[in-house]
């Protein structure tokens, strides 16, 4: 996976279609920035799965959120997703040990779609487990995802 550090940059001059990582991480400048270009040529993962927000089966496209938290070497329990808006939501981080959760920049083979999805969405494979097809995983799901913290 191709990681872009951008040394001594402030997190609101970071370019909107990057993915910010701080917090209990392996980075010596405080934060570990992911392009959807990197994303694209990381390890793909595609999930096919029905959810409240699309119609029928959806086809996403991204990375296991357990191999980018591996890469950062993240050492913490929760994440905290936020997306463009300011809007936040925790996660355990043992949904992505316990489920192939993805961080997702494409679906069906689009772009995710600037000022609706995009950059980035954080999708569970909800047909693989009928626990996961419920309000607490919807919630969780945040799209126009562009920092996660890790604590």
Do not use: C, N
Request: proline content about 3%.
């Amino acid at each position: 996976m191709v990681v872009l550090l951008l040394a001594g940059m402030a997190p609101a001059q970071a370019d909107e279609q990057k993915l910010m990582i701080t917090g209990k991480i392996q980075s010596e400048h405080g934060a570990i920035y992911f392009s959807r270009g990197d994303m694209a040529a990381a390890k793909q993962i595609e999930v096919v799965t029905s959810s409240p927000w699309t119609t029928g089966k959806t086809r996403f496209r991204g990375v296991l959120l357990r191999e980018l938290l591996e890469k950062v070497q993240a050492k913490g329990s929760i994440l905290k997703a936020s997306a463009v808006d300011g809007y936040t939501v925790e996660i355990p981080v043992s949904d992505a040990t316990d489920f192939d959760v993805i961080i997702a920049y494409k679906m069906d083979g689009e772009w995710l779609e600037e000022g609706v999805y995009a950059p980035f969405w954080i999708i569970y494979p909800y047909d693989t487990d009928k626990e996961l097809a419920q309000e607490k995983y919807y919630a969780r799901s945040i799209w126009q995802l562009t920092k996660l913290t890790v604590e």
